[in-house]
């Protein structure tokens, strides 16, 4: 009965607009452009004011708190049947936006967003600010974005709570420093790009005849694919491809990087990607990444497709399923190319949350706490798929070295000739077995 009371409240649009309470008057905005921080001093205090009296005009109010704003979107997310997160856009009259994001699982507060937006005259809006911000409105981290002349994201200042102290810079597209070829094996990087800023990163880099950079950043459409997903905040980015590549490296160590940062904005684009990379001569591509999209992967499927002399080494994923009930692509587009790959504990068992599938997935590998380098140079150890896949990635540019003369049919005839059965099945949960190390040549 509780719980049906709690649905019936929330469900009629009550979206938890109470951080604490805090004094603030609503009205005209400080000017952000001259004073982001005074700006977002005044959006935290007016999200951390009392909930408006009915929950069904919590967008309204919350608009007419930033003097008068327009209400573009006001959208509830369930958790578990009830509403659980809310998210608001308020377009302000010079054409900036704010945008409210409120975590409340089971009607309790957990976490607010609040992030500001810059318009300009062409293109959408430019993330500027924000804040997270703890149930009793206490600021827990911080950020800010400037650009370039050409308006261009720059660097990303991680602040302190008070919204002015710079706590950290991160570069944002840095162009790449200049070097020579190192020579040895080609092998694309498909990621979010590589922190080519890094000396072990940038003296493997494979390049032309003028010292520029093989590779593509097929997200922003320009030559310098930085290590940099901010699909799911601009603030506070993800990095992934930097760890994936030291595994490439150490494990091969004649492999030189060609790194393509994937085209999140458009999948059709990697169309492009694999034409641009056998243009290079490139005979392995390294896909540590997924999704539940069919759609998102069919240019993927054509041109891999067209291709049957680049091998494809691609993770299962991590979603702790059978991805032969339930497909993660590209793993399961059926192509003889490909080599999926998913990770395995050091004596033969499947990883935990790792996928798995007897006729999609090819092949189990160590990937657990494996010795990797992240973006900032940091030594550490990472788990699960991403990392298995490099690893089989490092074999197959090894077996190259060997015979340069071998193309993806010789070269996954050899690597799934090195799996094994695991005593811990009757059955295998993959087509092929386990490798065990997959660093012993001999």
């Known amino acids: 009965m509780i719980r049906q009371q709690l649905k019936n409240l929330l469900g009629a649009g009550f979206l938890a607009l109470c951080l604490g309470t805090v004094a603030a008057v609503a009205g005209t905005p400080p000017d952000a452009r001259n004073d982001p921080e005074a700006f977002m001093e005044f959006a935290i205090a007016q999200a951390c004011r009392s909930p408006p009296p009915a929950g069904a005009q919590a967008g309204a109010e919350l608009a007419r708190r930033f003097g008068g704003a327009q209400l573009l979107e006001a959208r509830v997310f369930d958790f578990r049947g009830l509403p659980g997160r809310a998210q608001f856009r308020l377009l302000l009259a010079d054409g900036d936006e704010v945008r409210v994001s409120r975590l409340f699982p089971m009607g309790r507060l957990r976490r607010v967003t609040v992030d500001y937006y810059r318009g300009f005259p062409k293109g959408p809006p430019r993330p500027v600010m924000s804040a997270a911000l703890n149930a009793g409105c206490g600021v827990l981290r911080a950020a800010r974005i400037d650009y370039d002349r050409q308006g261009r994201a720059e660097t990303l200042l991680n602040l302190g709570q008070d919204l002015k102290q710079v706590l950290s810079r991160q570069p944002l597209n840095p162009p790449v420093p200049a070097g020579r070829d190192p020579g040895g094996i080609l092998v694309a990087h498909v990621d979010t790009g590589v922190n080519y800023l890094l000396e072990g990163v940038s003296a493997r880099l494979a390049r032309d005849t003028r010292g520029m950079p093989l590779g593509f950043d097929y997200w922003d459409m320009d030559n310098r694919p930085f290590d940099l997903d901010t699909g799911r905040s601009p603030f506070f980015p993800l990095h992934h491809g930097t760890a994936v590549a030291s595994i490439i490296l150490r494990e091969a160590p004649r492999a030189r990087l060609v790194p393509y940062r ?39 499927a054509r041109a891999a497709g067209e291709r049957a002399h680049i091998l494809f080494v691609i993770s299962a994923g991590n979603d702790g399923r059978d991805i032969d009930e339930r497909p993660v692509f590209p793993a399961a587009l059926d192509l003889e190319n490909f080599l999926v790959v998913t990770s395995a504990d050091n004596f033969g068992r499947l990883a935990e949350g790792s996928n798995w599938g007897r006729s999609h997935v090819d092949i189990m590998v160590p990937g657990e706490r494996v010795p990797v380098t992240d973006h900032r140079g940091a030594d550490g150890k990472a788990s699960g798929s991403s990392f298995a896949v490099p690893r089989i990635t490092a074999l197959a540019a090894r077996l190259l070295a060997k015979h340069p003369d071998w193309k993806a049919k010789e070269l996954k005839r050899a690597i799934v000739a090195r799996a094994r059965l695991s005593r811990h099945y009757e059955v295998l949960p993959v087509r092929y077995g386990w490798i065990p190390d997959p660093t012993d040549d001999f």
Not at 275 to 291: E, F, H, L, T, Y
């Open 262 to 300: 994937y085209p999140r904005p458009d999948m059709s684009r990697l169309e492009a990607l694999v034409a641009d990379a056998d243009d290079q001569g490139v005979v392995i591509v390294n896909m540590a990444m997924g999704s539940n999209k069919r759609s998102d992967w069919e240019a993927l």
